[in-house]
């Protein structure tokens, strides 16, 4: 639900919103995320990361269990799933992808996958799924250690976890903000009461909250604000999950935005 409901802001003001958007039926959304769970005894019928993504997807696509936006959200459910299982996809063409997700919804994911074996019948929900498993195996892979690509909206959020912010500076330059960090001091008569103040700490280049921030002025901004892993925050700890989801939204705005109108 949080990833659809994600998309539903996201595309809000968008030519193509999510509309109605919710949940049709509770017992569809259930069947679909609990597929890759199942199994035989210790037994997972989907074991590995990349089969049990491609399970997740194919329910979620499939089921309609949203009123919109099934596409949407299992290709987002999808790579965050992968994400979670340190896997990410490397140089893959936007068009590939959309091509993959409609042929999922299309039940067509043998024709763009060469199976080992292909039946003369029309493909299962398990052939689908194993295509996809194929299809994944061939493009998801382990990214080497490092910052993640956030968008400066979700830096900004994760920030004000930590008692910081993105700010307009002083000086009004549009193409830069300041990192400040907010503080509970002391005030008033014998300092009974407290007030926030706001110190600056630095600043950072800027375009629009929409766009990836730069490697290195994600580097600074965590030096800055002592959120490295030398400061034992983590970077597991310090991405969480809405700064990953929102991070897919605006890499593949494009794909998403094609299949609204499918």
Known sequence: MKIHNILVADFAQSPDPIFPAG???NNLLESAVSRQHVGFGDKLK?????????TLAF????????HNGNKRTA???????????DLTFFNLPH??????????????MTDIVRMKKKSAKAASADDDVE???IWLEKRAKKPQRGERQITFRELRRILNRYGFDLVIPA?????????????????GFLKRGTKTIEKRIGSIGYRDDGTFIATGDLKLVRKMCNLTEADNVFTEQFYDEDAVIDSFISRYRTILRKLARK
């Not at 329910?59 to 949203?66: D, L, Y």
């Not at 290709?75 to 799933?81: E, I, K, P, R, S």
């Not at 300041?178 to 005030?187: F, M, N, S, T, Y």
């Open 46 to 54: 989907y074991p590995t990361a990349h089969a049990s993504a491609a």
């Open 171 to 187: 000086s009004g330059r549009g193409n830069h903000r300041d990192v400040i960090k907010r503080e509970q001091v002391q005030a």
């Open 59 to 66: 329910g979620i696509c499939n089921n309609h269990a949203f």
């Open 131 to 133: 295509a996809l498993t």
């Open 95 to 108: 068009d590939e992808l959309y091509k993959m997700i409609i042929a999922l919804a299309d039940h067509r």
């Open 23 to 25: 949940v049709k039926d």
């Open 75 to 85: 290709l987002v459910a999808m790579m965050a799933h992968l994400d979670k299982n």
